[in-house]
């Protein structure tokens, strides 16, 4: 033997003779296991009974903090000079941003800052919330409301209802929702906010008589800054008494409409002397309807502490039982259209589901092979017993039984059987050798105790890099989620299989050695000698048979050609369908429109027999809205397609509506996976920006290699008002004046908020002029100067224009997205056809382009996974090294991760599974399993050698001693995921990709384990006896 092999192929006697002790001493103890059997299973199902349902688990999300800010009536260009640049120029002072992103559309400014994944999130926000408050004096009065909020899971409400009025009068029923029902909600335990979309905002009018003001040469200015500074309460002070001390408050606030209308404007001069004073309510921007009525929809999310679950069960309550029998809000009818609280019960309970029938399965594999109830009862007891103590471990730890830890544990099922397969075998092979029952159980184990500890922690050490060592935030989150209950069931049924499994053998196993022998099943001669005559030709033909092999693996090529990149699902439980308006239409004609669409499709009796299982809805602006499709249950890819094949054939041709079935995913910036590629055009003129997007949209539409390219962003329609600085001067004209009239007379200006018992309502000050002004009312608008009045149009002249009806911004550049769609699926092809088509398009100086989004930010989240993979096989290797004490050997045992690769691909291929992450942390959950087997059929080889056998002799009588636990093992891992890898994925959070990829993986990793780890082990044996004689041959100097 040579001496490169001695480490690896003498296990010590004491070693031996000590596990054996460990056996014996233990199936002589079998009270003391039974209790702590009991007690385990005791504290394990006490806190199963306690652990908290949720979605997904806590920390789930992005590493991004957006800003969000309102101006009611603000045009985009107002937004980004007055909101957006002060903010950025704030912001930027905060270190180890990676990216700020800020849209200004109209009437509302967002900004969104991304971090890199390994910052603390708390720490940041902290951050930001300091700086915004810095830039709040600069931002216009107007803007008092600046909301922060960190992006994930926790910032996405738990709950939508729909809330209709049928008899009540409107405004009655706004103020019922703002004043009682809103509060009513906000007081289920566990409910943070609850905010309503739909409703009429209501405001405090202050309308001033243009004639009056001139006529009187009221400053509107001046009184503008009195209201704001009237209308406070603040402390300034306090008083030192004897019975103790006293706080001192100035409390100006308005209590009333009179008292504003008595405000003083001048000597002699009141508000209700050149105006009036009145609570209005406005038109909404924003209408929403379901059921074929108008209604409003009640948003509601919950305190970061509270569980999901829980208060979903409290608020189903609350709209179910308590409100319908409410003598006031029994009047409304509701509709939850959105739950979490039902996604997690519909997606969890799922997952519960096919474990229980990849468990099921797995037993009857079991049985199969062993024809032995008791023993197949012994080692199926490692699913539960595992499940658990997996599940204690979630609760102590303080972790939610969610989609992700569901999915480790279901991952898990199949594999827990394998250590308790391998202990029972090795003790039928002690029987089958003749062995007492005593004597087997105590030998059997012994042998393979150190393999199987060893197996068991490779399939651990694949999750410390995704764990441990990843910047991105999600990621990290899902490897640890689905990690670590996995591990910990691995590790709970190795200590079943160590411990427990020999004492029950001992009790259940046959003392008759004759009958002992015919204890478990053989295996078929079909399976055997095909496997059997394989080895044998591959080690009589060594370099024949690794040809082979390499050409096998080189057809792995071919599976990944062309491959389709997985895409983010859309929301569970919703499905929407987007329109937008021409450019002029009102929120009547909209209305009349989403009218004639619901008669003559979503409200036909052609739809509701072809969908009875199917609500809808649907919610418009001005500019377009959204149709929503509500399903009782999680729609079927072959129902969701037919569905939106009706839609696209149905929906009637309309010249002031346009339908987006998937144009909406053109500009998403964070969709990795879908058929748009996207490129980003970056520079500092967001005119010059659109006109090279233009540029690229009319190359991209005659371009052969794209199938569609994105419409043009919609334009708004504006008047530009340029103002004669020299007229201005003769004539005294200040143009902050000019620029507070227009502003006051086509707006309003808000100039403070009322406050009430239940809300804050805006005062807003502005000219009592028709609803609607034109540009005649704006070219005739009067403008004080000194003690007389001129019209604007004697010193300004007025041009009609179009502007970007959003203004986006990238890290303080203009910059937008154009999105085309490539003939071909492969990502990568779609790239190159960008990077084509891009070559023709001239950019001006300080312009540039990127691939954005998709495939970009796709490849950079691959290439960090590609990484973990490499980093847990080098893991792998040193893990077996240990065991083994060689580092030749191991490498035969890594070549199995070659196969399982290959079969991954080809179950992608074969099943039209795209690839995405969730597929890749499987195939690093493969690397960590498939060498189990090997690891266990080397450790065999060495005992046969050990024992006087011939190299080759001892390959083959170990390819045929653990052929059987080899088809076991993988035979109940495949079978456990099974039910997950044949269901059809109903949205949301989907782990078919990665049960499909294992399956396949560990199927033909476990083929090529009997042939391949044989061939392997027997050239690298070789290999390391040259470089020993090599070494040995050189003399030390």
Request: hydrophobic share 45%; charged share 20%.
């Amino acid at each position: 033997m040579p001496s490169w092999q001695n480490g690896a192929s003498k296990m010590p006697k004491q070693q031996r003779e000590k596990l054996q002790r460990l056996f014996f001493g233990l199936i002589h103890r079998p009270t003391a296991v039974l209790m702590i059997s009991i007690s385990l299973l005791g504290m394990s199902f006490i806190a199963t009974q306690r652990i908290q349902l949720d979605l997904v688990p806590d920390g789930m999300g992005s590493s991004e903090i957006s800003i969000r800010a309102s101006w009611e009536n603000a045009n985009p260009t107002e937004i980004e000079q007055k909101i957006i640049k002060p903010l950025e120029k704030e912001l930027r002072a905060i270190p180890n941003t990676d990216s700020i992103y800020s849209v200004a559309s109209e009437g509302s400014a967002e900004i969104n800052i991304s971090f890199p994944g390994n910052v603390d999130i708390d720490e940041v926000y902290a951050e930001i919330s300091d700086h915004v408050e810095r830039a709040r004096p600069l931002l216009p009065t107007e803007v008092d409301r600046i909301r922060i909020n960190r992006q994930g899971m926790s910032s996405i409400p738990i709950m939508f209802t729909g809330v209709q009025f049928p008899d009540m009068e409107r405004g009655v029923a706004q103020d019922l929702i703002s004043n009682v029902l809103l509060p009513r909600i906000e007081a289920v335990d566990g409910v943070a906010s609850a905010t309503s979309w739909g409703l009429e905002p209501l405001s405090i009018r202050i309308w001033l008589d243009e004639e009056s003001v001139f006529a009187n040469n009221i400053d509107i200015g001046a009184l503008v800054v009195r209201l704001q500074g009237d209308n406070v309460s603040s402390p300034v002070g306090d008083l030192d008494a004897s019975n103790g001390r006293t706080i001192i408050r100035v409390d100006s606030r308005f209590k009333s409409i009179e008292e504003i209308e008595n405000f003083p404007v001048r000597n002699g001069f009141r508000i209700k002397d050149i105006g009036r004073v009145e609570e209005i309510r406005s038109a909404p921007e924003f209408m929403f309807r379901f059921g074929g009525n108008y209604a409003t929809s009640c948003n509601i999310s919950k305190e970061s502490s509270a569980n999901t679950f829980d208060v979903c069960n409290r608020l189903n309550d609350l709209f179910d039982n308590v409100l319908p029998n409410d003598p006031v809000l029994g009047r409304f009818n509701f509709s939850v259209y959105f739950s979490q609280g039902d996604m997690i019960r519909d997606s969890v309970f799922s997952l519960i589901k096919d474990s229980l029938l990849g468990g099921l399965i797995a037993c009857l594999v079991l049985f199969f092979f062993l024809r032995s109830l008791p023993y197949t009862l012994l080692i199926t007891l490692s699913i539960p017993f595992a499940v658990l103590i997996s599940l204690a471990y979630i609760y102590f730890s303080g972790g939610t039984l969610n989609l992700m830890s569901m999915m480790g544990i279901t991952i898990s099922i199949g594999m827990l059987v394998d250590n308790s397969v391998v202990i029972v075998e090795s003790i039928f092979k002690k029987r089958e050798a003749g062995k007492s029952l005593i004597d087997s159980i105590c030998e059997g184990p012994s042998e393979v105790a150190l393999a199987i500890v060893t197996a068991t922690l490779t399939t651990v050490i694949v999750f410390l890099p995704l764990i441990f060592l990843t910047d991105n935030r999600q990621q990290k989150v899902i490897a640890e989620a689905i990690g670590m209950p996995l591990i910990v069931a691995l590790l709970a049924a190795l200590l079943l299989s160590i411990i427990m499994v020999p004492v029950a053998a001992r009790f259940i196993g046959s003392k008759d050695k004759d009958k002992a022998k015919t204890t478990a099943g053989q295996i078929p001669a079909f399976m055997t000698k095909p496997v059997l005559a394989a080895v044998n030709w591959s080690l009589k033909y060594r370099f024949r048979a690794a040809t082979v092999y390499v050409l096998i693996l080189m057809s792995s090529s071919m599976a990944t050609a062309g491959r389709e990149m997985a895409s983010a699902g859309e929301q569970e439980g919703q499905i929407s369908v987007r329109f937008s308006f021409v450019d002029g239409t009102t929120l009547h004609d909209g209305h009349l429109e989403v009218l004639e669409l619901e008669s003559q499709v979503l409200n036909s009796g052609s739809f509701k027999a072809t969908f009875p299982y199917i609500e809808t809805g649907c919610w418009f602006t001005r500019r377009g809205g959204a149709f929503l499709i509500w399903p009782e249950r999680p729609l079927k890819t072959k129902e969701k397609d037919k569905l939106m094949a009706y839609l696209k054939q149905e929906m009637p041709k309309r010249a002031r509506t346009t339908y987006h079935f998937s144009e909406e995913m053109a500009r998403g910036e964070n969709s990795k996976g879908n058929d748009w590629t996207r490129v980003r055009v970056s520079g500092p003129d967001s005119f010059v920006v659109q006109g090279i997007l233009d540029d690229i949209r009319r190359r991209g539409r005659g371009s052969e290699r794209f199938m569609e390219v994105s419409k043009a962003n919609e334009l708004n329609r504006e008047v530009l008002v340029k103002l004669d600085r020299d007229r201005m001067s003769r004539l005294g004209v200040d143009s902050q004046s000019v620029l507070g009239n227009i502003e006051w007379t086509m707006r309003g200006l808000m100039v403070s908020r009322f406050e009430t018992d239940n809300q804050e309502i805006p005062i807003i000050i502005e000219y009592d002029s028709p609803s609607n002004p034109n540009l005649n009312s704006l070219k005739e608008m009067l403008v004080s100067r000194k003690n007389k009045i001129v019209p604007l149009s004697t010193f300004a002249e007025f041009t009609n224009s179009r502007s970007a009806a959003d203004i986006r911004r990238l890290d303080g550049k203009i910059s937008d997205v154009i999105g085309l769609k490539s003939v071909t699926k492969d990502p990568k092809v779609a790239a190159d056809d960008i990077q084509h088509l891009m070559l023709d398009v001239e950019l001006p100086e300080a312009y540039s382009w990127k691939i954005s989004g998709g495939y970009e930010t796709a490849t950079a989240d691959m290439a960090d996974l590609i990484s973990a993979m490499a980093l847990a096989v080098g893991l792998v290797f040193l893990l077996m090294g240990l065991l083994f004490n060689s580092v030749i050997l191991p490498l035969s045992a890594l070549t199995t991760i070659a196969f399982a690769v290959l079969g991954a691909n080809w179950a992608f291929k074969l099943s039209s599974q795209p690839f995405g992450s969730m597929e890749m942390v499987g195939m690093i959950v493969l690397a960590g399993v498939v060498v189990n087997n090997a690891i266990v059929l080397i450790d065999r080889i060495l005992q046969l050698e050990r024992s006087g056998q011939q190299p080759n002799e001892a390959i083959v009588n170990s390819v045929n001693d653990r052929m059987r636990p080899v088809f076991m093992t993988a035979l109940t891992t495949v079978c456990g995921l099974l039910p997950i890898a044949l269901s059809e994925p109903s949205g949301g959070v989907s782990f078919k990709g990665m049960a499909v990829g294992i399956v396949g993986g560990i199927s033909v990793a476990t083929i090529f384990t009997l042939t391949v780890v044989p061939l392997s082990f027997s050239l690298f044996r070789d290999f390391g006896h040259l470089c020993s004689n090599a070494f040995a041959s050189k003399p030390l100097k």
